[in-house]
């Protein structure tokens, strides 16, 4: 059983490009979650999904950044016009259905984003 | 609004010492409590957990957390570290209410000296 797959693992964008991130949960699991982790700041949360829903954004930045997960195919989190300071490791983490914020959370190795 | 707070940031031990991490929480209702392990360049990793019940809790890797509730507190322990558990070790916490979130401390980054 394949654990939370993200990609790219590294992505670099100049200024003002868009950069997306994918992250497919582990088979079974319809909860997915979007982590910010910047150094010496920890994990933030950005975003929680269900399938076809955004369950909570309170995370998000207000602009240029949006998630979705789709009923079929990957979680995906979009950043358009990037700038130096979205640079920061994105991590995506499943759960299953049925354990809403009690049980494990299961990550992915993360994306690293570079902004030039 | 819920939060969690590790004092440390960075904590160097010894090999063979003992470890305790700090973990101080705020959430109104009773508290899922997790104890995570990030190795450099990698996701995270859970090393326990706790839910109800016994407030001491074992873990993977020999660790142990004790959850106080007096103290809001849920300290990670490991009575003799080694060098392979130098790491960044996260807490949070899961909220059973609103929209099931968890909330993650900053970090402590684990240095272990030869």
């Known amino acids: 059983n394949a654990g939370v797959m993200q990609n790219p693992r590294h992505l670099v964008r100049r200024r003002g490009q868009e950069a997306r991130l994918r992250c497919s949960p582990m088979k079974g699991h319809s909860h997915v979650y979007w982590y910010r982790q910047l150094p010496e700041e920890g994990l933030k949360f950005m975003v929680y999904?269900?399938?076809?829903?955004?369950?909570?954004e309170s995370g998000m930045p207000k602009e240029r950044f949006s998630a979705e997960f789709p009923k079929e195919g990957p979680s995906i989190l979009r950043i358009q016009q990037v700038v130096r300071g979205d640079s920061a490791a994105y991590f995506c983490?499943?759960?299953?259905?049925?354990?809403?914020?009690?049980?494990?959370?299961?990550f992915g190795e993360g994306s690293r984003l570079t902004v030039l | 609004a819920q939060s969690v707070t590790q004092p440390d940031i960075h904590i160097t031990v010894s090999e063979g010492a003992s470890l305790e991490l700090r973990c101080n929480y705020s959430?109104?209702?009773?508290?899922?409590l997790f104890w995570y392990v990030q190795s450099p360049g990698q996701g995270l990793q859970l090393l326990l957990k706790?839910?109800?019940?016994?407030?001491l809790v074992q873990g993977i890797k020999g660790f142990e957390a004790e959850f106080k509730r007096s103290q809001s507190s849920f300290n990670l322990r490991k009575p003799s570290v080694h060098w392979s558990d130098a790491a960044e070790y996260f807490c949070a916490v899961g909220t059973t209410s609103g929209t099931y979130k968890y909330i993650f401390g900053t970090g402590t980054r684990l240095k272990v000296l030869a």
């Open positions: 983490a499943s759960s299953p259905p049925e354990t809403g914020g009690t049980g494990e959370l299961f």
């Open positions: 999904l269900q399938k076809e829903n955004i369950i909570d």
């Open positions: 706790y839910f109800s019940g016994d407030t």
């Open positions: 959430y109104g209702a009773t508290p899922y």
